[in-house]
């Protein structure tokens, strides 16, 4: 009897009866032309995300391909046979008579894959796609406060990764997307603009990066729906906010970083190159001031995606929700003085010292969202299906990730550690295993409301356990390789290291397989995918009141926030189907309130 | 598919009895580092590595158990809600957040007492001078000589070999010529950059050869015949362990080929060695231009080629005697003071089409001689016939011995 009238008021909620009815914004207004003409124009953030979705996912594709390359080269040493024949490299000019220009052409790949994985794709991976679509949603608002602004960013990441890609055109850049000084401003001296492209790419790419950060904050600021308090907001929420600020404050100082190295390059002033005048570490110090906080903008939103997800499909309140809101801030805030733990080899002793005690502040926060994530598993109710069991790998990766940053931040061991396969690893695991990982478990969780679509599931999930089982495969071999001595950057190595190497070449193999299905399952999903329901997991925050896929201005009319994000032992979710959910228990005064349904208690 | 993996002589993965805590010599330590450190506080800082992985190791266990428990235990059910719970405990809270500080605490001292080890070097050390430039190392030993010995190492042709005396603290005084670089010794578990604008330093005091090393070869058949040590008058038979040195800076097109050996023997046996190498003997009777060649191979064979093929810089063959075309439009000749000159000074007369790349080459003035010697050997011109004044001419020394 309860269920009948619930439905009833789920249906109510879902704005049926009100007349006024907003098509999906996926909906064609005329002929391509008009359509292209649209999507260009649009001030809308949902297109603007999906815009940067397809982007990202692009230069993704093309930083995967150079990461598939590099790993390629690594299968075999190279070798240099008493007539001075050379095996075992495969990527060379057809006339190379030495080693030199092989090494070159990998030099130029890693810088590639390097480049393009942390400027274009995983600094604005998760914020730029996925926030950019959900975070009005999931505030319950119309848009971005600035939503011109928005679409502003997305042409200046596209200027940016256009210039940054060109330098492959004019022959490609080989300084690692570190740019360390003196070797980036010195390097193809015959040859200016390579370098200047790629340094100005990334330069104008951090403008994007700024434009959005700035959006974000005031979004969260001003346009939360009526009822939403602070510690109303969706974790999400809370770690793209977090991620936006040091965007802000962080971003600048790469900015500058990179106008004064272009300027040494070009103008020859001496700022960085002792030749000049300059010093060399005070450049990885401006690097790395940015660079290291940055690595919590990468990190962060994925963690929001990992709480929202784990939440909804364990069907399960979050466990201290308080904690992971104020250590996602607690990260922001000592991100910003442990950049010296990448310096340990070139810092004083005093300093290295001070920084190693630092670095060890942010495994306290990081571990602590690790605990609740895993204490809010207890007495839940997990589906197992694609999002969630991303979210599991992205658990295990991340925690392998998080605790092989110890050795790393403690100085005796960096000493051994540092700028070798192991830091390789390390990052991977961090940025791949945490980021990559939780971007996929965040579009298999909203592509159903960004699209309308729903996907192979069980095709998601074999995918999901191909590029997990290639992940361990390519980068657990290299932490050993890393601690027996395998320096990074390395277009060969001795020979003792060639069956590892050769098993993590086989991994990057399979990473690529798993991938792939993902490609064809979404594509198929877009072709003949099922349509799907509003709210096909049962969430019980904003975004699954609106329409799969949403209408043009997300909501038939401004919705108030009644219940917090996660309350599911007491409160239905939208769109309820007594089929899919069971009921939750009976909240003290009765029966269970429907989510943001205007009449909580009837 | 396990081509080469132990050829130092390192035994197999597991071989050993020893108990898995102790942290040399059991299956975990051999699996990261292979073999045991080869300095003395590498031990310390296989210990704190063993000592954090052990720690890793429970924690991701503690952690993954209870997810995977949870997963299976609390799948969803059709038809059943999950069971309430408290979705906070601040007692809980408090002990996660406050444990693992402890634990951290901890191992920032146990690494901040290692790192003192590591660069606080007693007074009596020995020093030694470390030169990076592009792409190679080159030490100087305290008495100002360099190492007369290369080998091979995978891609590289002419790896420096350097000798150390074992127990004996061992200071390096480093620069670079050109771009950063650092000076990784694996073995020994730990680094330092290389900078262009100032002194570096680093120190270590290596072990002894362990049981069982290898032997310098008694003569110079057995070192034709055997591939190891090269045969050195007063160090026959006497053990010896390699340590690999490796650069960890990236630092351009054979940063991967940046890589020298450090030959560690008794303390006696390296005063034998500095002995050799200061008399010149190693040298004796070997013709300059042979002198010359193995100088190309130490100092030069990176950028310039002597087959007439692209590198770096241009190609030595047919060099010594033509005109250069020079980067300013005007041209040289390529004699003997253009070579010392653009040994000495790189960048005054640069060759078309290159760029003002090379390091500065510090040799001394024979070693100067020697280079133009062999240089002379591979041009076609007739003033490549004449000899080079301030060496005499070794006897009974072939004409050309490289230029076929």
Redesign the interface.
Known sequence: MAGHTQAAHAGHAHGGGHGEHHGSYLERKGGLIHTIWDWATTVDHKKIGVMYLFAILFMFFLGGVAALAVRFELLE????AAD?T?SGQFFKPA?A????AG??IY?RLFTLHGAIMVFMVIVPSVPASLGNFFLPLMIGAKDVAFPRLNLLSWYVYVAGSIFAVSSIILGGV?T?WTF?A??ST??D??MNSKVVFMVMGAFILGFSSILTGLNFIVTVHKLRAPGMGWFDMPLFIWAVYSSAIIQVLATPVIGITLLLLTFERIFRIGIFD??LGG???LYQHFFWFYSHPVVYVMILPGMGIISDVLAVQ????????R?IAFASLGIAAVSFIVWGHHMF??MS?LA??VF??LT?LV??PT??K??NW???????????NAPMVYT?IF??LF??GG??G??L????????L???YFVVAHFHYVMMGGTIMALMAGIHHWWPKMFGKMYNDKVAIIAALIVFAGFNLTFMTQF?LG???M??????????F??LH?WSTYGSWLLLVGFLIHLFNFLASLAVGKKAPANPWGGLTLEWVADSPPSEHNFDHEPIVRNGP?D??TVVPPHWDPKDY????PAAGGRPMIAHSPDKQQ | MISGFFNMGTPMLGSTAAPLFTAEENLFHRLFFLKSGGSDFAVHTDETYMWIWWFCVAWFVFLMGLMVYFVVKYRRKRGQIAPQSSSHNTALEVAWTVIPTLMLVYIFFRGFWGYMDKVIAPGEALEYTLIGKQWQWQMIYPNGEDTPVVTTLGAKSSVPVYYLPAEVAIRLRMNSQDVMHAFWVPDFRTKQDVLPNRYTTMWFRPKAPPEGAKVHPKSEMEAKSAKSAPFIPGLEGVPYEDHWVFCAEYCGDEHSEMAAILRVVPEDAWKKWMDWVTSGDALKGVPPEKIGEKLYQRNCQSCHSINGSDGTGPSWKNMYGHDAALRDGTSVKVDDNYIRESILNPTAKVVKGYAPAMPVFNLKEKQILQLIAYMKTLSDAPEAKLPTPGLEAAPAAPAAPAAK
């Open positions: 040493p190279v070798r240099v001075g050379i006339d008579s030495s080693i030199s090494n070159n030099n080989d690692g360390y003196p070797y010195t390097t001296s015959e002792p030749a010093d060399p570490v364990a069907h399960k309140k979050i466990f201290g929700y904690a080899t070139s002793e290295s010292t190693s005690a060890f495994a306290i571990a602590v690790m605990f895993i204490g809010t598993l207890y007495k839940s109710s997990i589906a197992l599991l658990l295990f925690a392998i605790l092989t110890l050795p931040g403690t100085l005796s061991t960096d000493l051994h540092h700028d070798s050993l601690a027996q001595g320096p990074r950057r390395y277009a060969s190595y001795v020979d003792e060639q069956t050769r996660y599911f032992d069971p009921i939750p228990a």
